[in-house]
């Protein structure tokens, strides 16, 4: 299934889906048939399980050719690399170090390792100089803090310095500059005794996106697909928080982890036939789980 997604022309293009969304109300030369370095790393972390070795790198070797001078990668692009929509998104400079990362950890470079060096040290130079907020967040939505890319981007420092792509100084700085993203994680991403919270009986949560860089406490995000209305950043929830602990960052049994789960059991799940879905976030405009 996953393999059909991979463009003929380019080995390695792995496109987002063959899909274009509200495609019989208009014509969109992107739509989902475009591919995101986001979308691609998961799947190639899907594909190097089922050890499918020579998909995996030339999935490598596309986004080490597609990479920005700068360090980044575009929002997404064709297959033969031609920019679409031209938004900055961290955890799309972040994923490809941890890709690259885990295919030196399993001696699958080859060749590429010197290239894929390269690429990594001008990605992470690109994270440490405009992180931890994102211009854009995972949902292409909203600029600012949020869990998800946050939790990428420090996994990608860390993995980074660990698998030797840096130079010694730049090593330690980059585990540092982790050290203290993930320190401050919960002053950028975490409220406590919200209105919510006292309704279920919570100490707090953690909030889908904070705007700003003081607490998530206060302040407003605006809602991009409801006309740009407003919800008070405390009271917005998601589901990014869950990377905190698929990344290692903290513990399931964490009880800020373990009462936003509670949060949002209650506010994004869905009984369906087939089993529990989830929204996206509260108050989503699309209004599909």
């Not at 309704?199 to 406490?217: C, F, Q, T």
Request: glycine residues 8%.
């Amino acid at each position: 299934m996953i393999k059909t997604h991979e463009g003929r022309t380019f080995p390695g293009s792995l496109v987002a889906s063959l899909s274009t969304p509200w495609g019989d109300t208009h014509k969109d030369a992107g739509g989902y048939h475009l591919v995101w370095p986001r979308d691609s790393v998961e799947v190639g972390f899907a594909m190097l399980a089922c050890g499918l070795i020579a998909e995996v790198r030339a999935l490598m070797a596309y986004l080490i050719a597609i990479q920005q001078p700068d360090g980044h990668w575009m929002q997404n692009n064709f297959t033969d690399g031609q920019p679409y929509w031209q938004g900055i998104q961290l955890d799309e400079v972040a994923l490809p170090v941890l890709f690259a990362a885990k295919l030196h950890e399993q001696g699958l470079l080859g060749e590429m390792q010197g290239a894929a060096i390269r690429m990594a040290r001008k990605a992470l130079a690109f994270i440490a100089q405009y992180g931890p907020a994102s211009p854009q967040d995972r949902w292409e939505e909203n600029a600012g803090i949020n869990p998800f890319t946050l939790s990428v981007s420090i996994a990608a420092l860390v993995a980074g310095a660990k698998a030797g792509f840096l130079e010694e100084g730049d090593k330690q700085y980059a585990l540092d500059l982790a050290d203290d993203w993930n320190e401050r994680l919960e002053s950028w991403v975490y409220v406590k005794d919200t209105k919510l919270d006292r309704e279920l009986g919570i100490d707090g949560h953690y909030v889908r996106l904070n705007p700003n860089s003081h607490s998530a406490r206060f302040g407003d995000v605006m809602l991009r697909n409801r006309n740009n209305e407003t919800i008070s950043t405390r009271a917005l929830l998601g589901m990014e928080y869950l990377y905190l602990v698929r990344l290692g960052l903290r513990k399931a049994t964490d009880k800020r982890i373990e009462d936003t789960t509670k949060l949002v059991d209650k506010l994004l799940c869905m009984q369906l036939p087939a089993g529990p879905y989830y929204y996206r976030y509260n108050e989503d405009g699309y209004g599909e789980p």
